[in-house]
């Protein structure tokens, strides 16, 4: 099976990107590992649809978003369908679906593999009970299931306040958010500017601080060291001066763009010194350093799902041009309204970044404290990789098997890189990112072998 365009990722940039370069002429398959489109942040919004705690913007623009995806049926998507090898140079994608593994082949292709939450490794997040903000709102779109008893969320940014207003919505309580944000850190994101054009965006936001406080959240602000404690699940949560009991601890510090499979890919990356991640380096339409290959959405750049949506259309529109289906002039046209919503979207960015900076801490956790959760690996055993002569996470997976685990280094790869430098005393760009391998994702060998019944037939 060839198509001139296989996306990866059905979220808000991938179900962009297909209906424009569908629209566009192009034939177009989406691969997404979830049983039905949305991606992270429209996850489960169809079987959802009448949860009264996800009203809004989930529901609105999210519903309305994968109706126009589903309405396209020239689109060939394959729901819950793995990509584990890409070898661009050919364009061919070896993908896990059924429990088999398939060959598709495509011209281009687009990674539209969105964010993942940020790793909080403190002291006692191997507790059970303890978990981030992200899976419990996964649980509640999903499931429609909500933690019980004394609920804490910990740390910044965006979700934090979203997910709040769900909770209470639901009936969670009592609910508490400790914010870790710096001190200073609102007058620093005024100087950032941005907040007349992006005044729609930060009406939002203030609307949904306002109705989290209505809805009775507590707020303790400067929250600073924090640790998890308990026996067998977690009973309490501490930071420097005070604490509380809880039942359940939810942790967030913003989310960073998914590079496991533009790493894997041999593709360059940039370090964001300010957002403490890892991005892969793309040009106005998305395209990465391999000819073939272009990047849309969260995993090109944190910017929401309104910037998802403009930039998976660029990049659609790009790969039209690309393949011959529009000439320059009709590439720039038609990218004149993707762009101004895209500039739009991104307009508030500047003042978000500064405003839910991350604390230079999320990369230093202590000695005793895990990094790799997979392996058990703590802080103070990857310095002493370090110490040792490890130069870079890829010689720390070598000496500890931090990074070679389940998640394959996706939770513990840029605090692993981290530490590194902080003993070298190197930058990050001089320790380098773990480089992972194929399989992009666990899969076993029966997967590998099997075909599928369709060719086996």
Not at 176 to 184: D, K, Q, S, W
Not at 316 to 337: P, Q, T
Not at 414 to 430: D, F, K
Request: charged fraction near 20%.
């Amino acid at each position: 099976m060839s198509y001139d365009l296989a996306i990866v990722g059905a979220g808000p940039a991938g179900m962009a990107a297909a209906i424009e370069a569908t629209a566009l002429g192009l034939s177009v398959t989406v691969l997404d590992e979830q049983a039905a489109p949305g991606g992270q942040v429209f996850r489960a919004v169809e079987s959802a649809s009448g949860d009264p705690a996800l009203a809004g913007e989930f529901l609105d623009a999210g519903g309305a978003l994968t109706a126009s995806f589903r309405g396209v049926t020239t689109i060939a998507y394959r729901p819950s369908s793995t990509l584990w090898h890409l070898a661009p140079d050919t364009g061919a994608l070896s993908v896990k679906a059924g429990g088999a593994s398939l060959e598709l082949a495509a011209r281009r292709v687009l990674l539209a593999t969105g964010a993942q939450e940020r790793p909080v490794p403190i002291p006692g997040w191997t507790l059970p009970g303890v978990m981030s903000a992200g899976a419990a709102q996964i649980l509640l779109k999903t499931a429609g299931a909500v933690p019980q008893g004394a609920v804490v969320i910990a740390g910044q940014g965006p979700l934090c306040w979203l997910l709040a207003v769900q909770l209470l919505r639901a009936g969670v309580g009592p609910l508490t958010l400790l914010e870790t944000g710096a001190g200073g850190a609102l007058w620093d994101a005024f100087r950032a500017g941005g907040l007349w054009t992006g005044r729609r965006l930060l009406g939002k936001g203030v609307a949904l601080v306002r109705e989290a406080k209505r809805r009775g959240l507590q707020v303790v602000r400067g929250v600073r060291d924090l640790r998890a404690e308990g026996d067998v699940h977690v009973q309490a949560v501490h930071w420097h001066g005070g604490s509380l009991p809880c039942d359940t601890l939810l942790l967030h510090e913003g989310v960073i763009p998914s590079t496991h499979i533009t790493r894997a890919l041999g593709l360059e990356h940039d370090w964001d010194a300010r957002q403490l991640c890892w991005r892969p380096r793309l040009d106005a339409w998305g395209a990465t350093s391999h000819p073939n290959v272009a990047v849309a959405g969260d995993g090109g750049g944190i910017g929401g799902w309104e910037a998802a949506v403009a930039s998976g259309r660029l990049a659609a529109i790009d790969a039209a041009h690309r393949l011959g289906k529009l000439d320059a002039a009709a590439r720039d046209a038609r990218a004149a309204a993707p762009r101004i919503s895209l500039r739009s979207a991104l307009s508030l960015r500047p003042f978000l970044d500064r405003l839910y900076a991350p604390a230079p801490t999320v990369l230093a956790p202590a000695d005793d404290t895990i990094v790799c959760r997979c392996e058990e690996i703590t802080g103070g055993q990857i310095r002493e990789a370090a110490r040792l002569g490890a130069t870079g996470p890829n010689q720390v997976k070598a000496f500890l098997r931090a990074g070679m685990g389940p998640c394959q280094g996706r939770m513990c790869g840029t605090v692993v890189a981290a530490l590194i430098a902080e003993i070298r005393g190197a930058s990050m760009e001089e320790v380098g990112a773990l480089r992972p391998r194929a399989p992009f994702k666990p899969m076993t060998v029966g997967e590998l072998a099997r075909e599928p019944q369709d060719a086996a037939a």
